[in-house]
């Protein structure tokens, strides 16, 4: 039996699959977002699955990928085509490859164009393929960037996704209007780019002139996803025992929850690194903080006992991020970073000492 499940990330409209093997409990999960990995650990976990692979359909350009974080919290392996050129994989996939999961399996078909090392995964059974950005629901991947061929596509899918069983469904990477997933015969006779008498040629206009802006993300998400996500400064894994309910941000920052924080104040030291006229100014500060500038914690580092965590705080959460990387530096282990700092903290109408109402 095939379980399955399809998840979303609202941020960057990605469908992340889950496909398992019920009688072996083996699973993959293709098109992982970093920032849900939390999410579907615990779906699988939930559910007694073991997370053989995370698969990629392509290097996405609007969303880091969750592979290389899903390997070190569930000792995955990660799996993409060999033509993404991406570094860091434990498995490079090639056209026609089978890739099984339990008694489950699925096949690799090259289908460039969107960038040229996309890929659709296709269930043994051909009752459903994950096209990725190839296909999507009426539409089509965008060609304007990372090696994008019109050409290219519109062969891929008249070859590769339209010589499926018109039953097969197929389920994409995206969906922009809230669509979940389409099949051969609805997307041969509706899809208004690539489907009834529509030509390579006709494709090819249609696609030079969309004129859509470049995915907000594309700067960081291509060389992060080049590595398989794992971020650039190495970080990620979380300290054993964990002291807080941690949240790893791809930017290499460890972050707790204002509400967490506000039950725990006794546990740990809050680090308010703002300015000593900030610090007694109207938004007030957290009870019992310390106060270190920013600009004079490197050198006073040392000043701080180790005895517990450090949350850092600061006006709007970036200079208490900074303040997590200099303590890190200078050895501290458990530490913090929260995120939107005062601003949030006070429109979230936490305690506060001192400041204006
Ligand atoms: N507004 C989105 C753009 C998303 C985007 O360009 N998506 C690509 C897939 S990576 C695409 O092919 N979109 C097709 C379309 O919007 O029709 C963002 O900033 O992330
Ligand atoms: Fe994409």
């Known amino acids: ?64 990928t969750g592979a290389w974080l899903l390997k070190q919290k569930l000792g995955s392996g990660i799996a993409l085509a060999a033509a993404s050129g991406a570094l860091g994989a434990d498995l490079l996939l090639a056209d026609g490859d089978r890739l099984a999961f339990g008694r489950r399996s699925l096949e690799v078909r090259a289908t460039p164009g969107h960038t040229n090392g996309c890929v659709t995964y296709v269930l043994d059974d051909e009752s459903m393929a994950f096209t990725g950005d190839c296909i999507l629901i009426r539409g089509s991947g965008r ?14 899918v008249r070859s590769r996704i339209f010589s499926l069983p ?38 090819v206009g249609y696609m030079k002139n969309l ?37 790893f941000t791809f930017g290499g920052v460890w972050e707790v929850e204002p509400h967490w924080l506000e039950e725990n104040l006794s546990k740990v030291r809050v680090l308010d690194v703002r300015e000593p006229s900030e ?22 580092a040392s000043e701080l006992p180790k005895d517990k965590p450090i949350v850092a705080v600061c006006r709007a959460g970036s200079r208490s991020a900074h303040a997590t990387a200099i303590l890190q530096k200078a050895g501290f282990a458990d530490i913090a970073n929260l995120p939107g700092g005062m601003l949030r903290w006070r429109a979230e109408g936490r305690g506060v000492e001192g400041g204006a109402l």
């Open 279 to 300: 610090f007694s100014g109207p938004l007030g500060h957290i009870r019992g903080a310390t106060l270190v500038p920013l600009g004079e914690l490197a050198a006073r």
């Open 1 to 64: 039996m095939l379980v399955f499940r399809q998840l979303f990330d609202p941020t960057s409209s990605t469908y992340t699959y889950l496909l398992g093997c019920s009688v072996s409990g083996e699973a993959v999960l293709i098109d992982p977002v970093f920032e849900q990995v939390r999410r579907d650990a615990a779906l699988i976990n939930e559910l007694g699955l073991r997370l053989q692979w995370t698969l990629e359909t392509h290097v996405h350009a609007d969303h880091v």
């Open 166 to 203: 018109e039953t097969c469904l197929l389920y994409p990477a995206h969906d922009y209007r809230g669509l979940t997933a389409t099949s051969v015969a609805e997307e041969k006779k509706f899809n208004p780019r690539l489907g009834g008498e529509v030509g390579e040629g006709d494709y």
């Open 143 to 156: 060609t304007d960037f990372q090696q994008g061929d019109p050409r290219a596509l519109y062969r891929s």
């Open 211 to 247: 004129d859509l802006p470049h995915p907000k993300k594309i700067d960081e998400a291509v060389p992060a996803n080049l590595r398989c996500g794992q971020p650039g400064n190495d970080g990620g894994v979380p300290p054993d025992p964990c002291w807080a309910p941690l949240r």
